[in-house]
T-cell receptor, first 114, second 112 residues
Framework: DVKVTQSSRYLVKRTGEKVFLECVQD?????MFWYRQDPGLGLRLIYF???????EKGDIPEGYSVSREKKERFSLILESASTNQTSMYLC?????????????FGPGTRLTVL | TQLLEQSPQFLSIQEGENLTVYCNSS?????LQWYRQEPGEGPVLLVT?????EVKKLKRLTFQFGDARKDSSLHITAAQPGDTGLYLC????????????FGKGTSLLVTP
C-alpha cells in the first residue's frame, strides 16, 4: 500500500515564525503536491513537483516555498507565518500524473498561526 | 483555473434514502475523479471516469461522466451511516498537466 506521511498532525505557530511541513512517500512516486483545505474554499494547489529539485507554482503560491532534495520527500515552507495561513495542509503523491493516475494523500497537518 | 462546481454543498439524510451529488464545469476534462474524505484524514480515490457517457458502479455508488465530459454525477442507493463524509470531484489541471482541480465538496451526513 502507498503510504504518504506528514510530519505533524497538529501544529501551532506564532506570526512571523518560519514553519516547515514535511511530507514523505514510500512508493517511488514521481509527482508530489501540496494543497491547503479551507471550509467553503475546498482544496487549493500551492505547489507541486514532478521530479527531484523541480517545482512548479500552483494556484496560491504566495507566502510559501517548497523543497524537494530527495524523491521521497517534499517540504512546504512558510517563510514568515501569518494568521491567514491557518489551515489544513494536505500532501499528495502520484506515480505518472496521467489522466487515470491516482493521487495518494497524507492525513493532513492542521496548522494554527496565532 | 478550470472551475468545478459541486452541488449540493451539504446533504443530511436518513439511512436508506437515495441521493445524487453533481459536479459541473464549463470546461472539458480528459477525466474526472471522485474522492471521499473522512474527518481527520486525507481524501481517498473512489473512481476515475475517462470516456464521455461512461458509467461506473462501486457497490451502492454509481458514477456517471457526461457525454461532453464537462460534468459528472455520483448517485448513492440506500445510503448507510458509513457513507458519511466529504465527497470531492477533481479534474486534471490543464495548466500543470499533473495537478488536480478540486470542487469544493459535498458534505454528506447519513443518520441511522
Amino acid at each position: 500500500d502507498v503510504k504518504v506521511t506528514q510530519s505533524s498532525r497538529y501544529l501551532v505557530k506564532r506570526t512571523g515564525e518560519k514553519v516547515f511541513l514535511e511530507c514523505v512517500q514510500d512508493m517511488d512516486h514521481e509527482n508530489m503536491f501540496w494543497y491547503r483545505q479551507d471550509p467553503g474554499l475546498g482544496l487549493r494547489l500551492i505547489y507541486f513537483s514532478y521530479d527531484v529539485k523541480m517545482k512548479e507554482k500552483g494556484d496560491i503560491p504566495e507566502g510559501y516555498s517548497v523543497s524537494r532534495e530527495k524523491k521521497e520527500r517534499f517540504s512546504l515552507i512558510l517563510e514568515s507565518a501569518s494568521t491567514n495561513q491557518t489551515s489544513m495542509y494536505l500532501c499528495a503523491s502520484s506515480l505518472t500524473g496521467d489522466r487515470t493516475d491516482t493521487q495518494y494523500f497524507g492525513p493532513g497537518t492542521r496548522l494554527t498561526v496565532l | 483555473t478550470q472551475l468545478l462546481e459541486q452541488s449540493p454543498q451539504f446533504l443530511s439524510i436518513q439511512e436508506g434514502e437515495n441521493l445524487t451529488v453533481y459536479c459541473n464545469s464549463s470546461s472539458v476534462f480528459s477525466s474526472l475523479q471522485w474522492y471521499r474524505q473522512e474527518p481527520g484524514e486525507g481524501p481517498v480515490l473512489l473512481v476515475t471516469v475517462v470516456t464521455g457517457g461512461e458509467v461506473k458502479k462501486l457497490k451502492r455508488l454509481t458514477f456517471q461522466f457526461g457525454d461532453a465530459r464537462k460534468d459528472s454525477s455520483l448517485h448513492i442507493t440506500a445510503a448507510q451511516p458509513g457513507d458519511t463524509g466529504l465527497y470531492l470531484c477533481a479534474g486534471l489541471n490543464s495548466n500543470s498537466g499533473y495537478a488536480l482541480n478540486f470542487g469544493k465538496g459535498t458534505s454528506l451526513l447519513v443518520t441511522p
